[in-house]
Nanobody, 118 residues
Framework: VQLQASGGGLVQAGGSLRLSCAAS????????RGWFRQAPGKEREFVGA????????YYAHFAKSQFTISRDNAKNTVYLQMNSLKPENTAVYYC????????????WGQGTLVTVSS
């Protein structure tokens, strides 16, 4: 499975961005697709995920009111809509896919940088 994340960039505080993660390859066994982020000097953290079969989503506590994950089955693409962005949202955002094991054993995209200016 190959994952290609895109959509990052520079945005002012209060603005919005939508990240995309397009998947290719052997995706038929996908269990979940997720988003993670890594801010400068910090460890990578979970943002949220979508269960591929049902479309149900779940989020880290900090992301619940600000981020929304959706998908386009036809395009095999997952989106992360980010609203009311704050400087502390600045990070490299990664998409990941897992077939049932833990995330670290799944597939990872290259990351896309989001920079929120104050």
């Amino acid at each position: 499975v190959q994952l290609q994340a895109s959509g990052g960039g520079l945005v002012q505080a209060g603005g919005s961005l939508r990240l995309s993660c397009a998947a290719s390859g052997r995706t038929f066994s996908t269990y979940e697709r997720g988003w993670f982020r890594q801010a400068p000097g910090k460890e990578r953290e979970f943002v949220g995920a979508i269960r591929w079969s049902s479309g149900s989503t779940y989020y880290a506590h900090f992301a619940k009111s600000q981020f929304t994950i959706s998908r386009d089955n036809a395009k095999n693409t997952v989106y992360l809509q980010m609203n009311s962005l704050k400087p502390e949202n600045t990070a490299v955002y990664y998409c990941a896919s897992r077939d049932g094991g833990i995330w670290s054993q799944g597939y990872w995209g290259q990351g896309t940088l989001v920079t929120v200016s104050s």
